[in-house]
C-alpha cells in the first residue's frame, strides 16, 4: 500500500504542490476584502452557496443521503478543477477563485470569527489537500501545453493523473464527507436539544431505522 501511494505520489511535482496552495491562499486572504467592498460579479456564486449551505444544513436529511450529496458535491467540483487543466492558465485562475469563493462563504456564515483557523477544521484537513492535488495535477498537465517551464517535473498523460484522482483525491473526499456529514447531524441534534425538541424523530427514527 505505501509503495503504490509512493508511486502516485512521484508523479505529483512538490513545488508546484505549494504552488497550487499559494494561489488558493491568495484568494483566501482577499476574500473579506471582496466581501467588504461588495464585489458583486466575485460574490453571486459563494454568497448563493453560502445560502444553500445554511439551507441545506437546517434540512433534515437522512444520514446516508447526506453523506452521498456532500461527496457528490466535491467530487463534481474538484473534478472540473482538474479538467480545467486542458485550457490554459485556467487552472491557476480556479485555484485563486475556489479559495476566493471558500473564503467568503467562511467569512459570512462565521461573521469574520476564527477565519484562518477554520482552515483547520476536521473537514478541511481532507478536503483542503485533495483540492490541492486536483489543483497541482491540473497545473501539470497545463503546463505541457504552455511554452513556459515553471519547474521540472515528471510529466504524465492524462489518464494518469485521473488515476490519481480516483485512488487518492476520492478516498479522501470520502473521508471528509463522513466527518462532515456526521457534524451536521451531531449539530442538528444539539439544536434540537438547546431548543427543547430533543424528543424530535431524526431521519432514521422517521424511516423506521
Request: a neutral charge.
Amino acid at each position: 500500500m505505501i509503495d503504490f501511494i509512493s508511486t502516485q505520489f512521484s508523479y505529483i511535482s512538490f513545488q508546484l504542490f505549494l504552488i497550487s496552495i499559494l494561489l488558493f491562499i491568495i484568494g483566501y486572504v482577499v476574500a473579506p476584502t471582496v466581501y467588504y467592498k461588495r464585489i458583486d460579479f466575485l460574490l453571486a456564486y459563494p454568497l448563493w452557496m453560502a445560502k444553500k449551505i445554511e439551507q441545506w444544513s437546517k434540512k433534515e436529511w437522512n444520514p446516508y443521503l447526506l453523506f452521498a450529496f456532500i461527496l457528490l458535491l466535491n467530487s463534481v467540483s474538484l473534478f472540473a478543477n482538474l479538467l480545467s487543466g486542458i485550457i490554459p492558465l485556467l487552472p491557476f485562475i480556479f485555484a485563486i477563485w475556489t479559495g476566493l469563493n471558500v473564503g467568503v462563504v467562511s467569512y459570512h456564515m462565521l461573521k469574520g470569527q476564527f477565519y484562518f483557523a477554520s482552515l483547520f477544521n476536521p473537514v478541511a484537513l481532507f478536503e483542503l489537500p485533495a483540492a490541492f492535488l486536483a489543483f497541482t495535477m491540473a497545473i501539470q498537465y497545463n503546463l505541457k501545453q504552455l511554452p513556459i517551464e515553471i519547474v521540472a517535473f515528471r510529466e504524465a498523460p492524462f489518464g494518469q493523473y485521473l488515476f490519481i484522482f480516483i485512488t487518492i483525491v476520492l478516498p479522501l473526499l470520502l473521508v471528509a464527507a463522513i466527518i462532515e456529514s456526521w457534524l451536521i447531524k451531531v449539530a442538528q441534534r444539539m439544536e434540537r436539544s438547546n431548543t427543547g425538541d430533543e424528543n424530535q424523530p431524526d431521519d432514521n427514527d422517521k424511516n423506521g431505522g
